[in-house]
T-cell receptor
Framework: DADVTQTPRNRITKTGKRIMLECSQT?????MYWYRQDPGLGLRLIYY???????NKGEISDGYSVSRQAQAKFSLSLESAIPNQTALYFC??????????????FGPGTRLLVL | GESVGLHLPTLSVQEGDNSIINCAYS??????FIWYKQESGKGPQFIID?????DKRQGQRVTVLLNKTVKHLSLQIAATQPGDSAVYFC??????????????FGRGTQLTVWP
């Protein structure tokens, strides 16, 4: 079973619609992240959370919001989707308790198309 | 802002040859570096990491070299196999602790292995 799962894996939506991407992890990690990936670019950080009560903006948080419902769940919302939010979205986790605390483990990604 | 980049966007090698993928970083405060492999349709997968107090680290068929003087990181893959074909990302971590520990990713290098 995958340690980091994302749902949905693929989604097509229309401009102006609200959409939520979900991430769950069974690794028991405290830290969770949301990234987007565009063709030819590396991953860019949208939001991150170091524990359930901690939410931080990343490089490109405008147009996005997040919710950390539990240690294992971190959701990303697009309140009013626009076409330039078409991208591949990844969730990641890391564990501050271990020696390799900065190592992040990624989910399989959600491919989002905004028409 | 910080810059993590790659010298070559694509690299083609013949099966059995060694591959070298390079990465430049600009922030001298970076203290931890990771190489990720991303296969088509999948999330980034951890390959190997190195801390700034080291200049070389070896894994199974992979070696990471760190030259802090010129802020350069490389990933060497020995006896490259078709299954190594993927996009490879370097990432740098700047700081650690309760408020830091974020990764910054390069744009990636596409490695293609020819039979």
């Amino acid at each position: 079973d995958a340690d980091v799962t994302q749902t949905p894996r693929n989604r097509i939506t229309k401009t102006g619609k609200r959409i939520m991407l979900e991430c769950s992890q069974t690794k028991g990690h405290d830290r969770m992240y949301w990234y987007r990936q565009d063709p030819g670019l590396g991953l860019r950080l949208i939001y991150y959370s170091f524990d359930v009560k901690d939410i931080n903006k990343g490089e490109i948080s405008d147009g996005y919001s997040v919710s950390r419902q539990a240690q294992a769940k971190f959701s990303l919302s697009l309140e009013s989707a626009i076409p330039n939010q078409t991208a591949l979205y990844f969730c990641a986790t890391s564990d501050v308790k271990t020696g390799s605390q900065e190592t992040q483990y990624f989910g399989p990604g959600t491919r989002l198309l905004v028409l | 802002g910080e810059s993590v980049g790659l010298h070559l966007p694509t690299l083609s090698v013949q099966e059995g040859d060694n591959s070298i993928i390079n990465c430049a970083y600009s922030n001298s405060a970076s203290d931890y570096f990771i190489w990720y492999k991303q296969e088509s349709g999948k999330g980034p997968q951890f390959i190997i990491d190195i801390r700034s107090n080291m200049d070389k680290r070896q894994g199974q068929r992979v070696t990471v070299l760190l030259n802090k003087t010129v802020k350069h990181l490389s990933l060497q893959i020995a006896a490259t196999q078709p299954g190594d074909s993927a996009v490879y990302f370097c990432a740098e971590n700047i700081g650690r602790g309760s408020t830091l520990g974020r990764l910054y990713f390069g744009r990636g290098t596409q490695l293609t292995v020819w039979p």
